[in-house]
């Protein structure tokens, strides 16, 4: 079950106290940002710390699901999504882990993840995290619909480096196996209007497995994401996740970053590296 489930049909506006009624997008994720939204990361993680929330809309039932927020800088606005469970049992939620991947994503590089805050909301910690714009679909309707992609060989590359990503992150949705092509944990993929990969809801992520839940799945690997990866090391991911994953969640996360590192390696030499390593565009 993805974070983003559809929008509910009103929104709380703090209006002299009461709600007042908002309609609801196209598509859970499909608002366009104004010209004058920020549009660096850095940007973005200062508007989501500081915007004031000026309105609040329910986006599935429950009190500890997440909830989609209008921000407001003074200068701009743009929606973001709340998340406040911290559960560590692994059936449960933990808003920690969406800020954990988007950090990861960050050391990578990959530009695959909706940048992710730590805030106080409503007097509880949460993460606080980047509305996407644009969003054409997501991949669960693609796969229902049996839309292809415009371009297959660099759709098939964004797709391996999310791969390579959610065996990382020991990710308990985005399954592999043939009984979950149409599960609904493909839902948060979502693929803009350019046909590029966005990643949302990571409460379900950093599992304490240390080894690879589908290792034959990694078959190619973009070149640049391959030597981060060499350069990640236990110190360096305790520094920049320290704060949101326990001491066992980053012993595991070193584990299978070694042991993928590894998987890639073996492949190299046996395939030759034309036939694994392949070059992303630059992603903003």
């Given at each position: 079950?993805?974070?983003?489930?559809?929008?509910?049909?009103?929104?709380?506006?703090?209006?002299?106290?009461?709600?007042?009624?908002?309609?609801?997008?196209?598509?859970?994720?499909?608002?366009?940002?104004?010209?004058?939204?920020?549009?660096?990361?850095?940007?973005?993680?200062?508007?989501?710390?500081?915007?004031?929330?000026?309105?609040?809309?329910?986006?599935?039932?429950?009190?500890?699901?997440?909830?989609r927020v209008s921000l407001d800088d003074g200068k701009r606005k743009h929606d973001a999504t709340v998340q406040t469970s911290t559960s560590r049992d692994r059936s449960e939620r933990d808003y920690r882990h969406n800020i954990a991947a988007y950090e990861l994503d960050k050391a990578l590089e990959l530009n695959l993840v909706s940048p992710s805050v730590e805030r106080t909301v409503n007097g509880q910690p949460a993460a606080v995290t980047w509305w996407v714009d644009d969003v054409l679909m997501d991949e669960l309707t693609r796969r229902r619909q049996k839309i292809e992609p415009p371009d297959l060989e660099g759709w098939n590359r964004q797709v391996?480096?999310?791969?390579?990503?959610?065996?990382?992150?020991?990710?308990?949705?985005?399954?592999?196996?043939?009984?979950?092509?149409?599960?609904?944990v493909w839902d948060n993929l979502l693929i803009t209007r350019g046909w590029?990969?966005?990643?949302?809801?990571?409460?379900?992520?950093?599992?304490?497995?240390?080894?690879?839940?589908?290792?034959?799945?990694?078959?190619r690997c973009d070149r640049t994401l391959l030597n981060r990866l060499r350069q990640l090391n236990a110190g360096a991911l305790k520094q920049q996740l320290g704060r949101y994953l326990t001491s066992?969640?980053?012993?595991?996360?070193?584990?299978?970053?070694?042991?993928?590192?590894?998987?890639?390696?073996?492949?190299?030499?046996?395939?030759?590296?034309?036939?694994?390593?392949y070059d992303l565009p630059a992603r903003q």
């Open positions: 079950m993805r974070a983003f489930a559809a929008p509910a049909l009103l929104a709380a506006a703090c209006v002299v106290g009461r709600a007042v009624p908002l309609p609801a997008p196209a598509h859970p994720q499909d608002l366009r940002a104004a010209p004058s939204a920020p549009v660096t990361r850095a940007e973005r993680e200062a508007f989501l710390s500081g915007a004031n929330i000026v309105g609040e809309a329910e986006l599935s039932s429950g009190a500890r699901q997440p909830w391996q480096a999310v791969r390579v990503f959610d065996e990382l992150m020991a990710n308990a949705y985005r399954k592999v196996s043939p009984a979950s092509y149409l599960s609904t590029r990969i966005r990643l949302i809801d990571h409460t379900r992520t950093f599992g304490t497995a240390r080894e690879l839940e589908n290792p034959e799945s990694l078959t066992e969640q980053l012993d595991a996360l070193e584990t299978r970053r070694a042991l993928i590192v590894k998987c890639f390696d073996e492949q190299i030499a046996s395939r030759g590296e034309s036939a694994v390593l």
